[in-house]
């Protein structure tokens, strides 16, 4: 068969007919097997219709000779033709000048620029047997007579119109909108010659729109040889090249072009995809050689037409290059897709030709077989890359290699097939029922481990592929399935292997033509500049074409939110994938992408609204994370496949390793196994090293040191635990630990799932440096140990961390973090600050959703951190948060014990002794001194435990190299003196640090804010989000000017007694933990007792620290409504006003006695202190004895005036006897004239 080039092809044709057959005509029912039709050989008005009368004079029609075909080089063809009169034996003839007149000649046909003349490398003669005629076949489908047809032929009946252009354009197929245009220009050109116009200024140039394979190369020669005919242009030179072969050659290939067209007195210049001059990866050279050619067209009317070709979409873009085109280019003509009748026609008449008329067809031609293939063809029609005519072609190799299997399969068996047979199965596809039995691809997908939701998915598909093929049998329309799919999930979990086999699993079952697989990355479709991108995706597309495209990591292509400036390289990317893909059954074409489905669906939302549509976003195929059992599997077939064998007690350590490795945020599925057995084999290859070459081995089982190195962590893990912690926290808790620890060795011992059984989210609750951060940091190591954790990090945040800065960021922000802390420790602190506001809220909200996931529980350990109050101010305000954090533990203040102990740990740590070891033994004087100052400094506010302890250590080191630096002596012993007075500047400095100036300019202690905890109103979003509270002050802890002031004794002596905690009644650390409720004069005296009762030699000190608590709001409100309660005692209207006139004094009053009591009090105690500060090295002891004396006496009064304060604070706008103010000059008197107060 001569081979003849895509722009030679023409739809219907595949070999010229011979003149020696001639065949019945399609368009009316023959009489008998030698009748001939005399109408056009077309089908295009009256094919298959039977009630159009017979003929038997037979047509004369040209005959196609190909006499030679020169490829000068690889862009140039040159084809010469000779045409001889035969009988047509061709009913669907669009062949090349198949239908030119008896005496007329051919066009002058050159491609880029080369001559018919000279220069034939090799002829192809005509077949040497001929063709037979094609046998009369009703067409299956409704085929509508073709109104062009019907108008030419009344045209030439009642004005005589004579056109032979014409008559051949009407024996095609199809083109209604093409023909109509031919013949409105005959028209044009017939009035102009009625009027005796000119047609010198008239434009002819045209645009051809349309999809492959619909004939625009073949009309574009008849357009030349028609305006040739009517007169238009002198010449029907017709010359044909593509628009990137100008836009390369710019405007010199251009002017080239037209140069030599009009040295053949004029033609048509064919340009091809002619939107490509105009691209925007095309470099300037193409839009010189557009703009040459526009100025070629005006200068040259009536010798040169130009004929640009290309898709509708790109020629849209193509006209805005230039406002000059649409004026320049007046006619436009589109190509539209052959219908089924159409496909029908063309399809038959190239299995006709093709086997020469010695094919047959199960069903015959009009049977079902054929219907179906024909309905598959035209579902893609009307979108862009449908073939037309190209797509029967490659229909017919379909056909024709399914035959080639089938009949090679039964000559295997000994058998003698009909090779001029198509069965339903060639014309079709095998039953999708018998494809799975023997798909390889199949069989492979059920053999993967796991993917059971994919399998599932795959299942779906090909059920509903089986019911569309018996839908089609039945002749029915079948379900829409589109090829085009999602794989979302983790990495390693097989989506490209599964991508892989679906294609193979599509192109079994007949979907696709060739199913081998092309991964491509996002990097792969971006450009260098704008307009790159486009390109580069088109040229992946044509490239996979009946194949499976798979794009990894496809999340990578979001341009970002559309109301922001999105990337314009990614969009041009999606747009062009838009453009060309379908998503529609009969696509020969599987697109998927794979990623993340959280980003998937982001760029989707991004993206254009059309990718939507043609990828089932509501229905991907999910890959999820294998279970440690599969990952168990895994493991044991890779090991197969190297050859790796290992002990019982190894594979248990390698399950706890895949154990951890699962709760990790990135979890790699099969990749981590790999990544266990390279550092097992890595592991085993050192251990071996270590060893002798003679015992060196290269065959023995793996052992569990070899996967994990500190694999036996577990059974010694309570010996961990008291090493990590002991000295840093309490006995209790590190016994809770321990505890934990040991249910963990029990549920693996009884076979129960630890994680199950051992709690992750825990509460710690206590005051600042009491070791909540030291404990936190330690768990995140025993957890670790117990398998629990994939690492033993710690991540340290504080609760504002959580929060955001405007609406809609603290949600993301949030899981994001807790993202980042999976298979970790998460330790937040300071979570009073997630106790009120719209942002704390939602992080809140966020977090216990993160933690109520199925796949998030026991993958991390979370731990809440604050005082006691704030986080049962939390909890009780947000239950599902308490219901998730069960376990509570509590760290208690540092008692003076706990203070020397971790001082003289702190001290040991640096090589420093003390005098005598004073500090060891609990019966000396000066472990006794120590002990009462370090009561001392914790009674007093801003106590931070062992955080002070710490600095006071440094401290004294600090001091003690500042007296040493002059001595010649190493000697490194303190002495109890030194240890104390730095004790003791602590004690100062922190008074120091609790007084403020008073009006009078005298100091007074600060008056301490209330707890947020007990704030009548929720905060506002400006109050919640500007700064976090204030740090709580301790309830028990007060200063002077509170409403039930309270001394703090501080027994220097007293032995701390660890197991206060649990007898009965409230410990000393909860009691201060109390926000609003006073002191009890109860407590308070049984203490005074206590200190009463110590020995004579330990002295009794007692520094007074109220600190000043504001009135709770029903206090205050008590306050103003007490006056107004009052009116009963009340006679007349006279001493109602003079009690309100009281009850607007009332509070200045009595704040202003109280202050002026403050103020003596704390002028006292400052002048206490400042005694305590005059001391030296010599005399500090006197000092100290002289101060607890001064002290207590300044104590005494203070509960004298306390009392009084207190009568008085309980009986609102009375004085202490219960009368009531009165204003008198110069200040108030009470009712009862015993009491006076002055006004300032």
Same mark, same amino acid.
């Given at each position: ?41 077309? #089908? ?14 037979? +047509?004369?029609?040209?005959?196609? @000779? ?29 062949? &090349? ?80 909108? &093409? ?66 072969? #100008? ?56 010798? #040169? ?94 056909? /024709? ?16 097939? @009909? ?59 079948? !379900? ?38 092309? %991964? ?143 709760? $990790? ?63 840093? &926290? ?26 199950? #059984? ?63 802390? /999976? ?9 009073? $600050? ?45 239950? =599902? ?13 540092? /008692? ?33 001194? +120590? ?28 001091? !003690? ?17 030194? &240890? ?66 309270? =001394? ?10 660890? =197991? ?29 007792? =206590? ?9 009794? %000190? ?44 009332? %509070? ?9 009591? $403050? ?82």
């Amino acid at each position: 068969m001569p081979h003849i080039s895509d722009r030679e092809y023409s739809p219907g044709f595949l070999v010229p007919p011979d003149p020696a057959f001639t065949s019945p005509s399609s368009s009316r029912p023959s009489t008998s097997a030698s009748s001939v039709s005399t109408a056009p050989s077309s #089908l295009s008005d009256d094919a298959c219709r039977d009630d159009i009368e017979d003929t038997s004079k037979p +047509v004369e029609t040209p005959r196609l @000779d190909i006499e030679s075909i020169q490829r000068p080089n690889e862009n140039s063809i040159n084809i010469t033709f000779s045409l001889s009169k035969a009988t047509s034996s061709s009913p669907f003839a669009l062949g &090349v000048n198949a239908h030119t007149g008896p005496d007329e000649s051919p066009p002058e046909i050159s491609h880029s620029g080369h001559s018919d003349e000279g220069d034939t490398d090799s002829e192809v003669s005509e077949p040497e047997e001929p063709v037979p005629p094609r046998p009369y076949c009703k067409n299956p489908f409704q085929f509508c007579p073709s109104p062009a047809a019907e108008e030419w032929e009344k045209r030439k009946a009642a004005r005589g119109e004579v056109n032979e252009v014409i008559d051949r354009l009407m024996r095609y197929q199809g083109l209604e909108e &093409v023909k109509q245009q031919f013949l409105d220009i005959k028209s044009k050109v017939d009035i102009c010659e009625s009027q005796g116009r000119s047609l010198n200024r008239e434009r002819f140039n045209v645009v051809f729109q349309g999809n492959q394979g619909t004939g625009k190369t073949t009309f574009a020669r008849l357009y030349a040889e028609f305006l040739h005919s009517v007169g238009v242009i002198n010449s029907s030179y017709f010359k044909e090249t593509a628009g990137i072969a #100008l836009a390369v050659k710019g405007a010199e290939g251009a002017q080239d072009e037209v140069e030599d067209i009009l040295n053949h007195n004029g033609g048509v210049l064919f340009i091809d995809e002619a939107y490509q001059l105009t691209a925007a990866y095309i470099e300037a050279l193409g839009k010189q050689a557009l703009d040459f050619l526009l100025k070629a067209m005006e200068d040259n009317i009536g010798k #040169l037409v130009v004929v640009f070709v290309g898709y509708k979409e790109e020629m849209e873009s193509f006209f805005e290059h230039n406002p000059g085109l649409t004026s320049r280019i007046p006619w436009t003509m589109h190509f539209a897709d052959f219908t089924d009748a159409e496909l029908w026609e063309i399809l038959y008449d190239n299995i006709h030709v093709g086997y020469r008329g010695n094919m047959r067809v199960d069903g015959g031609m009009d049977g079902k077989p054929m219907r179906i293939a024909v309905r598959r063809l035209a579902q893609s029609r009307g979108n862009r890359g449908f073939g037309n005519a190209r797509a029967v072609e490659n229909l017919i190799s379909q056909i /024709s290699s399914r035959q080639a299997r089938r009949l090679q399969k039964l000559r295997v068996q000994g058998q003698e097939p @009909d090779c001029n047979f198509f069965t339903q199965e060639d014309v079709i596809g095998p039953d999708p029922s018998d494809v799975l039995q023997s798909s390889h691809a199949w069989n492979e997908l059920q053999k993967l481990i796991g993917l059971d939701t994919v399998k599932k998915n795959v299942r779906t598909m090909i059920g509903m592929i089986q019911k569309n093929y018996r839908r089609e049998l039945k002749e029915i329309k079948p !379900f829409q399935l589109p090829l085009n799919q999602l794989f979302v999930g983790a990495p390693g979990t097989g989506k490209t292997t599964v991508a892989k086999l679906y294609g193979q699993i599509l192109n079994d079952l007949g979907l696709l033509t060739r199913g081998d697989l092309i %991964v491509k990355n996002p990097a792969d479709f971006i450009g260098e500049c704008l307009g790159k991108s486009e390109a580069k995706t088109r040229k992946i597309l044509e490239a996979t074409v009946g194949r499976v495209l798979v794009i990894d990591e496809a999340y990578m292509l979001d341009p970002g939110d559309p109301n922001k400036e999105q990337d314009k390289f990614k969009t041009g990317v999606l747009d062009t994938l838009v453009s060309i893909i379908q998503g529609v059954p009969g696509e020969d074409r599987c697109i998927i992408f794979v990623g993340y489905e959280d980003r998937i669906r982001n760029m989707f939302h991004n993206a254009n609204p059309g990718l939507s549509r043609r990828f089932r976003v509501d229905r991907p195929f999910r890959f999820q994370n294998f279970t440690i059992n599969q990952l168990l599997q895994v493991m044991q077939l890779k090991m197969e496949q190297k050859d790796l064998s290992c002990t019982p007690e190894a594979w248990e350590v390698a399950r706890d390793v895949l154990e951890r490795a699962l709760m $990790r945020p990135n979890f790699g599925n099969a990749g981590d196994v790999d990544n266990c057995l390279a550092a097992a084999q890595m592991n085993f290859e050192q251990r071996q090293s270590a060893k002798p070459l003679h015992e060196q081995a290269c065959d023995e089982d793996l052992q569990p040191q070899d996967f994990d190195p500190d694999w036996d962590r577990i059974s010694r893990g309570a010996t961990d635990c008291q090493r990590l912690l002991s000295g840093k &926290v309490h006995q209790n808790i590190i016994d809770k630990f321990v505890n934990y620890q040991k249910r963990c060795l029990g549920a693996r011992k009884y076979g129960f799932r630890p994680r199950d #059984l051992v709690p992750t989210n825990f509460v710690f609750a206590g005051p600042a440096g009491t070791g909540k951060s030291t404990a936190a940091c330690q768990m995140g190591r025993i957890f670790y140990n117990m398998g629990l954790l994939s690492a033993p990090e710690v991540v340290e945040h504080s609760a504002s961390d959580l929060i955001g800065q405007y609406v809609g960021q603290t949600s993301p922000k949030t899981r994001k973090l807790l993202e980042l802390a /999976s298979g970790k420790v998460l330790f937040i602190d300071e979570v009073h $600050r997630l106790a009120s506001g719209q942002f704390a809220a939602e992080a809140v909200d966020e977090l216990v959703g993160f933690l109520t996931q199925q796949e998030n529980a026991g993958k991390m350990v979370v731990i809440l951190a604050g005082y006691q109050s704030d986080i049962r101010n939390l909890m009780s305000n947000r239950p =599902d948060l308490s219901g998730l954090f069960k376990e509570e533990i509590a760290f208690d203040e540092l /008692s003076p014990e706990d203070c020397v102990a971790i001082l003289l740990r702190e001290l040991d740590a640096n090589r420093i002794t003390t005098e005598s070891d004073f500090l060891r033994v609990r019966e000396s004087r000066g472990h006794s001194n +120590v002990r009462k100052l370090f009561k001392a400094l914790i009674a007093l506010p801003g106590w931070s435990n062992a955080r002070d302890v710490k600095y006071l250590a440094t401290q004294i080191l600090g001091n !003690f190299l500042e007296s040493a630096a002059d001595n010649t002596t190493s000697d490194r012993t303190l002495s109890a003196d030194h &240890v104390e007075a730095c004790i003791m500047d602590m004690i100062t400095l922190s008074t120091n640090r609790c007084k403020k100036l008073g009006d009078d300019g005298n100091t007074a202690l600060p008056i301490s804010p209330p707890h947020a905890n007990h704030d009548p109103e929720p905060a506002t979003l400006e109050e919640t989000q500007a700064s976090p509270p204030p740090p709580r002050i301790d309830p028990a802890i007060c200063t002077p000017g509170g409403d039930t002031a309270c =001394d703090v004794d501080v027994n220097v002596n007293t032995q701390h007694k660890p =197991d206060r905690e649990h007898q009965p009644g409230p410990s000393k650390s909860k009691q201060r933990e109390r926000d609003d409720e006073p002191v009890p004069n109860q407590r308070r005296s049984q203490h005074t007792n =206590d200190t009463d009762a110590q020995s004579s030699d330990e002295t009794h %000190v007692s520094i007074p620290r109220a600190l000043q608590r504001q009135q709770s709001p029903k206090v205050e409100q008590h306050e103003k409504q007490e006056p107004s309660s009052r009116p009963q005692s009340l006679h007349n209207s006279e001493e109602l006003e003079h009690q309100a006139s009281l009850s607007e004094h009332q %509070v200045p009053v009595e704040a202003t006695w109280k202050q002026r009591k $403050r103020r003596a009090t704390q002028a006292q105690l400052q002048t206490g202190v400042t005694k305590i500060n005059t001391k030296t090295n010599s005399g500090t002891r006197t000092l100290i004895r002289r101060a607890r004396r001064w002290l207590s006496k300044l104590l005494k009064r203070g509960r004298k005036r306390e009392k009084q304060e207190t009568r008085v604070s309980s009986h609102p706008g009375r004085c202490e006897a219960g009368y009531a103010w009165n204003a008198v000059p110069g200040g108030y008197q009470c009712e009862g004239g015993h009491h006076f107060m002055p006004a300032s």
